[in-house]
């Protein structure tokens, strides 16, 4: 049986400012319509004797995997890590999970949910190609023939051919400076990493207890202690936070005596920067790459996202312009390797900018910030058909909703009242209260908040469906960001429902 483990614990802070911490680029269409998560998702269906997918990831973005993973209808469980340790304990604890639930024989597909494959047909070949290495008990990565020099991979140098396509890895080397990366497209035994891997899990677990004891024990204790939680297993806390934070490459497959490499030509991307992203989604005539409402004028070599507003660029070379509703990214593509950078800057100087964001997900749909001021913040709601709010009360703020779309269901006070189009009503601070959707369609309403406190700890539970507590302020791919000038008081204004 081959199971898919989906690493989806990653920041993409390159990708400022559309992906960030708190809606880290598997998550986002950069790409397509769909999420990178969901098209790794759909890939999956195209291998032979499947088993349950184990999507691995924070507790914060639990249920916008949970929720993903349903709409794909891959079968699998959301593992949730409740601290970063890199990729080499959240796989020992997936590879854990694959042994008890499926037995010895079980294959571990290990893949980041935040690259580009545009060739799912030469994915599925190579994956087979892989399987057979597994099956002899080799540690399997995959590298890809680099075609251009790029100091932002990790880098393969494979020796020996073992079999068709497969060679074994003589050495891993770190991401290079322009002039090495450049020697490396020139020699054809220089392959990116691809941060893919293939084995037993068996194998793998044995390889690391062999090298990284530490890191084995912890992910073992981890595992053996995880709570289910609805639909997710939640690794104990403590075992997990007391292992080392390594790489599988540094703390296996560098000192692995069985270590090979297969070569994949999918059209693979990591989409570790805006110029890899210009590069999947194409340039036109100028060299430019633009997505949303964006107008050029004798503008050439560009990168140009807008998110809402009309960015209208004018005589403009080699540049990335980013927009979206709390911040512009301007940044010339030689230094786009820089991002990381001024991202620490922002995050040092604690701006909300540098990690969150102003739309965020909830287990029962979405909202997004509007508009914030002193006393006052407007948010746009949407809840799914079926979706809940917790049962809760505000101690420093009232609310007004107006209905745009969908039916809502109001529970306040223990008075009970359904709202169409165009009807609204008022929650008095205090009061205990609920929103629902009943119906069939999305709940569309704007919410204004009040008071003298907007932060999102202000709330009291007594009642949710999805077994949040007040203690868990439910940042699930949270949230806002607000102006510099708003008072301190104010300045949270988050929904924590």
Known sequence: MLVPVLLAGGAGTRLWPLSRESRPKQFLSLTGETSLLDQTLSRLVRLR??????????????????????ASGVEGKVLVEPARRNTAPAVAAAAFDALAQHGEDTDLLVL????????????????????????????????????????????????????????DVNAFVEKPDMERAKAYVADRD?????????????????????????????????????????????????????????SIDYAVMEGAD????????????????????????????????????????NTQNCFVHSEGRLIAALGVRDTIIV???????????????????????????????????????????????????????VKHIRVKPGGRLSLQKHHHRAEHWVVVHGTARITCDGRE????????????????????????????????????????????RFDDVYGRSDAEPDTEIAVDSTSNNVPDANAAGRKPD
């Open 258 to 297: 069985r270590a090979v490499m297969v070569e994949l030509d999918a059209g693979w991307s990591d989409l570790g920067s805006w110029s890899a992203v210009a590069q999947a989604n194409g340039t036109d005539a100028d060299g430019n790459s633009v997505h949303g409402d964006v107008m050029l004028e």
């Open 417 to 460: 009242s359904l709202l169409t189009e165009n009807q609204s009503t008022f929650i008095p601070l205090g009061a205990v209260h609920r929103l629902e959707n009943p119906g069939k369609v999305d709940l569309d309403l704007i919410e204004v908040q009040s008071g003298s406190y907007l932060g999102e700890d202000d709330i009291v």
């Open 112 to 167: 980041p949910t935040d690259h580009a494959i545009t060739d799912d047909e030469a994915f599925v070949a190579t994956i087979e190609r892989a399987r057979e290495s597994a099956a002899a008990g080799r540690l399997t990565l995959f590298g890809v023939r680099p075609d251009r020099a790029e100091t932002g991979y990790g880098y393969i140098k494979a020796g020996e051919t073992v079999a068709p396509g497969v060679r």
């Open 190 to 246: 220089y392959y990116w990493n691809s941060g893919m891997f293939l084995f037993r899990a068996r194998d793998y677990l044995d390889a690391l207890e062999q090298q990284a004891p530490a890191i084995h024990a912890a992910a073992r204790s981890a595992h053996a202690q995880a709570q289910t939680d609805m639909d997710f297993l939640r690794l104990d806390e403590a075992a997990f936070a007391a292992s080392p934070v390594d």
């Open 49 to 70: 004797d499947l088993g349950p997918a184990l999507l691995v990831g924070n507790a914060e973005h639990r249920f916008v995997m949970a929720e993903q993973l349903r």
């Open 323 to 377: 927009e979206t509703g709390d911040a512009v990214l301007v940044a010339d593509r030689g230094c786009e390797q820089q991002i990381r950078t001024l991202v620490g800057r922002l995050t040092d100087e604690g701006r909300e900018e540098a990690t969150q964001y102003r739309k965020a997900y909830r287990p029962w749909g979405s909202y997004e910030q509007i508009a914030v001021g002193a006393r006052f913040q």
